[in-house]
C-alpha cells in the first residue's frame, strides 16, 4: 500500500500505460480518478473513479479537479500521461497537425500542471509526473512534432520543480523507450522492429514497467527527488 490514502488523477488512463497506472496505483491503495476522452477497453478496477477530461480543454481541467477536491479533499498526485504520437519531418507537418500535437502532448501538460498547483499549493504537498519520452532527450529522423513536444515536457517538468519547490511540490519526468502499447502496436511493424532492435535488451517493455517507475515518484518515497528525468528503456539512452 505504497499510495495509502493518496488522491491521484491520470489522464490518458484508457489505455496502454495510463491504465497500467490507474490498476498499479490503486492496488497500493490510492483512491485513483481516472480520466480520457475515450472509456477503457479494460475496464477500470473496483474503486476507480473515472471523468471524461479532454487535456487539450482548460474547462475539462478546471472542472474536472474542482470536482476531484470538492469531493475527495485535495489532489495529492498528477499523471500527465494523456499523448499522441506522429512522425511526419519537418518538410511534410502541415500547421494544423504540428498545432494538434502541441494542444496534446504539450498545453495538456501546462493546462494539468496549472490545475494541479493550484489546489497542491495550499495543502504545501504534491507529486507531478510527466510522461515525456525518449525522444524527448535524444532523435531519431522524423517524428518532429513528437520530438518537440517530449522536449518541451522534460524542460517543463524542471522548470516547474524549481519553482514549486518551496510549495512542497515535487515534479518529474518519466521517458519511456518503446513500450508495447496500441499506441505503438498502431504504428509500422518495421518501425517497432528497428527500435526494438536499437534497445540493448532486444526487448520492448510493458506499461506495468513504466508504471512502477511512476510509483516510485508518486509516492513518499520520492521525498527527495524532483527535477529528475527518470529513463526506463531497456538501455537505449545508455549507448
Ligand atoms: P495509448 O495510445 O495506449 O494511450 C494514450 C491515451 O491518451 C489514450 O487512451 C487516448 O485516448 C488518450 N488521449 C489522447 N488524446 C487525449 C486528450 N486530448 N485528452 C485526454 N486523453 C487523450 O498510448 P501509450 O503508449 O500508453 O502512451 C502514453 C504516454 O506515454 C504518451 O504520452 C506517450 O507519448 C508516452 N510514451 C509512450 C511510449 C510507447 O512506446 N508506448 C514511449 C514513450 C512515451
Not at 47 to 56: A, K, Q, R
Not at 168 to 177: A, C, F, K, L, Q
Not at 195 to 208: C, D, E, L, W, Y
Request: proline letters at 4%.
Amino acid at each position: 500500500m505504497r499510495l495509502e490514502g493518496k488522491v491521484v488523477l491520470v489522464t490518458g488512463a484508457a489505455s496502454g500505460i495510463g491504465h497500467a497506472v490507474t490498476e498499479l496505483f490503486a492496488k497500493e491503495g490510492a483512491m485513483v480518478i481516472a480520466t480520457d476522452i475515450q472509456s477503457p477497453a479494460k475496464a477500470y478496477p473496483e474503486g476507480v473513479e473515472s471523468m471524461p477530461l479532454d487535456v487539450t480543454k482548460e474547462g475539462d481541467w478546471a472542472a474536472g479537479v474542482d470536482a476531484i477536491v470538492g469531493k475527495h479533499g485535495r489532489l495529492d498526485v498528477l499523471i500527465n500521461n494523456a499523448g499522441i504520437i506522429a512522425y511526419e519531418p519537418i518538410h511534410e507537418l502541415e500547421m494544423k497537425d504540428w498545432l494538434h500535437m502541441i494542444a496534446v502532448d504539450q498545453t495538456g501538460v501546462f493546462l494539468g500542471m496549472r490545475e494541479a498547483v493550484r489546489v497542491m499549493r495550499p495543502k504545501k504537498s504534491g507529486a507531478i509526473v510527466n510522461i515525456s519520452s525518449i525522444w524527448g532527450n535524444s532523435a531519431v529522423a522524423g517524428a518532429h512534432a513528437y520530438h518537440a513536444v517530449k522536449g518541451a515536457v522534460r524542460n517543463m517538468s524542471k522548470n516547474a520543480a524549481m519553482t514549486y519547490v518551496d510549495d512542497g511540490i515535487r515534479v518529474n519526468s518519466v521517458h519511456p523507450g518503446f513500450i508495447h502499447t496500441p499506441l505503438t502496436d498502431a504504428q509500422d511493424a518495421g518501425l517497432n522492429d528497428a527500435v526494438i532492435a536499437a534497445t540493448p535488451m532486444k526487448r520492448g517493455g510493458t506499461p506495468i514497467e513504466i508504471a512502477y517507475g511512476c510509483l516510485y515518484l508518486a509516492s513518499d518515497e520520492a521525498s527527495y527527488t524532483t527535477g529528475v528525468e527518470l529513463v526506463i528503456d531497456g538501455g537505449y539512452l545508455a549507448q
